[in-house]
Nanobody, 124 residues
Framework: QVQLVESGGGLVQAGGSLRLSCAAS????????MGWFRQAPGKEREFVAL????????AYADFVKGRFASSVDNAKNTVYLQMNSLKPEDTAVYYC?????????????????WGQGTQVTVSS
């Protein structure tokens, strides 16, 4: 059974940093592209970042470029999202997702498995 478990969310002031983690089990981690998405209240879930198999390459939404960075620890089957210079508009539930193979897609439908999400709240 595939499980993705996010952690690391919380409350932070604007300009601060958080690092989210997503621990994966039940899949061959190195065979998946890992994505990060977020959903703010009343809004649709949106793409934030992805990192391809074993950290080969990354892609980011324009609104986080230069502020967020994703990385993987293959030994721990864990993907990270380092979030710096946080803004109140970054407030959302953040989800990780897994897609088989190497993809470069921000479409929700491209991802096969999803975590339950972790809340990030940025105060002004």
């Amino acid at each position: 059974q595939v499980q993705l478990v996010e952690s690391g969310g919380g409350l932070v002031q604007a300009g601060g940093s958080l690092r989210l983690s997503c621990a994966a089990s039940g899949l061959t981690f190195s065979m998946y592209t890992m994505g990060w998405f977020r959903q703010a209240p009343g809004k649709e879930r949106e793409f934030v970042a992805l990192i391809t198999r074993s950290g080969g390459s990354t892609a980011y939404a324009d609104f986080v470029k230069g502020r967020f960075a994703s990385s993987v620890d293959n030994a721990k089957n864990t993907v990270y999202l380092q979030m710096n210079s946080l803004k109140p508009e970054d407030t959302a539930v953040y989800y990780c997702a897994a897609a088989r193979g190497t993809i470069y897609s921000g479409s929700l439908r491209s991802y096969d498995y999803w975590g339950q999400g972790t809340q990030v709240t940025v105060s002004s």
